[in-house]
Structure formats: structure tokens, C-alpha cells
């Protein structure tokens, strides 16, 4: 539970940086992070792509979480 927690805020803290945000908090990052972890999760699977290991799903939930980031921004 600990690791899907450092792999979250790591995640929403890279996307909220590569989308050209300041960073929004560790929660904020946390958030984009897990919901991005299973957006990224559910789109490597459609495409079959297989992440492996911490850095793998570090990658998946950071682009994941861009893509969250995108949407919720074009949105409001």
C-alpha cells in the first residue's frame, strides 16, 4: 500500500510538471496519481503494452495521470 502511495505522488507530481503545472500538493498528486495509475493501466492494456517493475508503473501512472490532467483541463 506504502509503494502504490510513493508511486501515486510521484506520478501526479511528474505529470502535474510535464503538463506545465507548478505541482498542487502532495494530495492533489496523490489523487492524479492513483486515478492516473488506472486511466495508464486501462490504456496499456487496450494497447497491450506490459510494464514491468516500479519504473513500469511509474510510467504507466504518469501517463496516465497526463491524460487526466489533459482532459480535466480542456473540461474546465
Known amino acids: 500500500m506504502v509503494y502504490g502511495i510513493i508511486i501515486g505522488i510521484l506520478a501526479g ?6 503538463t506545465g503545472g507548478d505541482g498542487k500538493g502532495c494530495i492533489i498528486n496523490l489523487l492524479l496519481g492513483m486515478v492516473g495509475g488506472v486511466v495508464g493501466g486501462w490504456l496499456f492494456g487496450v494497447l497491450n503494452i506490459t510494464a514491468v517493475g516500479w519504473t ?3 510510467i ?4 496516465g495521470a497526463v ?3 489533459w482532459i480535466c483541463n480542456r473540461l474546465f
Do not use: P
Not at 507530481?13 to 510535464?18: E, G, N, Q, T, Y
Not at 504507466?60 to 501517463?63: F, L, R, S, Y
Open 13 to 18: 507530481f511528474i505529470a502535474s510538471r510535464l
Open 56 to 58: 513500469g508503473e511509474l
Open 60 to 63: 504507466t501512472a504518469t501517463v
Open 67 to 69: 491524460l487526466v490532467i
